[in-house]
């Protein structure tokens, strides 16, 4: 290859690097686009109803009008507490070395926890789960990742079930319930569909904790497949 081929093969390199950081970069804009629209919304509900509420006397407080108040403005702002956790954790996790603490936790231990704090409405959940069955896995992250999980599959499900297996050093967990669509761990992009509970950064959340405590997160014949590392005995004796 003579040297001017060499050259515009270089230029051509950058040129395509550029390429791919320019969208990149306009796919990062698009996101912090949506996730600040997601926050802004219930935001300015919790505001005005706080600030009508204000504007109220004791007896109109007290009355039908001020308790629908009330709690419109609850359910905003626990809105964006969900929104601000998952995006902050999302961006933590992305910002580089993120500190786990593995541990082996029990799976089935794990996910019976994760059903308690389900709301009280909601259908319990089949399991058939191995009771020998752990993982190795930071026990706060697996469990914002189970929480996750449980709440995606129950939404609209007539149930949800949840099971696992156990090979070659790896746990793998299916949770059926609602179809899982591949899109919802992605990063939304503006003008992608809201969550009015403020759940729509939760899956991709989920997304980067598999991948930080060695595992990973799919969605496989309409069901969301978590794989993580199995706790073996020499494993865990180790730790």
């Known amino acids: ?25 306009e796919r990062r804009a698009s996101h912090l686009g949506f996730v600040a629209h997601e926050i802004r919304n219930p935001l300015s509900t919790a505001l005005w109803t706080a600030e009508l509420l204000g504007r109220m006397d004791a007896a109109e407080r007290a009355g039908a009008r001020g308790e629908k108040l009330a709690g419109m403005c609850l359910r905003s702002l626990q809105r964006v507490r969900h929104l601000v956790e998952d995006h902050l954790l999302s961006e933590r996790l992305d910002a580089g070395p993120y500190p786990v603490r593995l541990t082996v936790v029990t799976l089935v231990d794990a996910v019976v926890a994760a059903e308690g704090r389900r709301a009280s409405a909601e259908r319990p959940i089949e399991l058939a789960l191995p009771p020998e069955v752990s993982v190795l ?6 469990d914002r990742l189970l929480d996750a999980l449980l709440d995606a599959a129950g939404q609209g499900a007539s149930g949800v079930r949840v099971s696992a297996t156990a090979a070659d050093g790896e746990v793998r967990l299916m949770v059926r319930g609602a179809a899982a669509d591949p899109k919802a761990i992605e990063d939304p992009l503006k003008g992608a569909a809201s969550d009015t509970r403020g759940r729509a950064l939760a899956l991709p959340a989920a997304r980067r904790v598999a991948t930080r405590l060695g595992g990973r997160l799919e969605a496989r014949d309409g069901a969301w497949t978590l794989v993580l590392p199995e706790a073996l005995h020499d494993r865990a004796d180790e730790g």
């Not at 290859?1 to 060499?6: F, L, P, S, V």
């Not at 896995?137 to 697996?142: Q, S, T």
């Open 1 to 25: 290859m003579n040297e001017d081929a060499q050259e515009l093969q270089r230029d051509e390199a950058e040129l395509e690097g550029r390429s791919d950081g320019e969208a990149e970069a």
């Open 137 to 142: 896995a930071d026990r706060a992250l697996l």
